[in-house]
């Protein structure tokens, strides 16, 4: 399978714990995105990257939220100190350029 | 502020029947905008997308249809299927391929 991967699926952490999610996206898609989705509303725009460089953030990805995408290819996405409110689903998405974007399967987060 | 209204918010539909979901965009700089369709626990898949310069696009059983003066876009759904029960978003985007800003979406259930 060639599609956008996430990992891990499901997380279930403690409030103030740190969580790191990983995305790999379509070999050789230069764009890389992350979105957050909460139950019954659209995916919000977080951050997206062209290869290795971060070129957009959502004023929705507060100090606590980091994302990285070394080399260009696979990225991170790490929530320090997290809240209740950080719980939702967080999607990653890639696309070669301005060619159509292609979302993963999301990895969910519940913060107890 | 919404920058893409979609309505409604849910859509019963009799199997065979045409389902019809509405969105309404701002920005006049927006120049892409697809369809999603996601299932439950799954991430939006791409449905079909236009761009400004037609006024309507077939693929299938599905149709969009694109009103550059009203600002308005539809997704039509003909031959409507049970498996078609989903929740659909949808996006618009920028020149540049900047990332999509999604609608709260429309979650449509098919009935036999």
């Known amino acids: 399978d060639t599609g956008v991967s996430q990992n891990p699926r499901h997380k279930i952490t403690k409030r103030g714990q740190n969580v790191t999610f990983r995305c790999d996206p379509i070999s050789e898609h230069n764009r890389l995105y992350w979105y957050r989705q909460t139950l019954g509303q659209g995916p919000e725009f977080l951050t997206y990257f062209q290869n290795e460089a971060q070129l957009e953030k959502s004023r929705l990805l507060s100090d606590r939220f980091s994302a990285e995408r070394p080399k260009g290819s696979f990225s991170t996405l790490e929530i320090q100190r997290t809240e209740q409110g950080d719980s939702a689903m967080y999607l990653c998405?890639?696309?070669?350029?301005?060619?159509?974007?292609?979302f993963g399967e999301g990895s969910w987060l519940t913060v107890v | 502020q919404q920058q893409v209204k979609q309505s409604p918010q849910s859509l019963i539909v009799q199997k065979g029947g045409i389902s019809i979901i509405n969105c309404a965009y701002e920005?006049?700089?927006?120049?892409?905008f697809p369809w999603y369709q996601q299932f439950p626990g799954k991430g939006p898949a791409l449905l079909i997308a236009?761009?400004?310069?037609?006024s309507e696009k077939k693929e299938g059983r599905f149709t969009i249809s694109f009103n550059k003066s009203a600002k308005q876009f539809s997704l039509h759904i003909m031959d409507s299927q049970p498996g078609d029960s989903a929740t659909y978003f949808c996006a618009a985007s920028s020149p540049g391929n900047t990332p999509l800003v999604f609608g709260k979406g429309t979650r449509l259930s098919v009935i036999a």
């Open positions: 236009i761009r400004p310069d037609v």
């Open positions: 920005n006049t700089a927006f120049d892409y």
């Open positions: 998405a890639s696309s070669l350029l301005e060619n159509t974007i292609y």
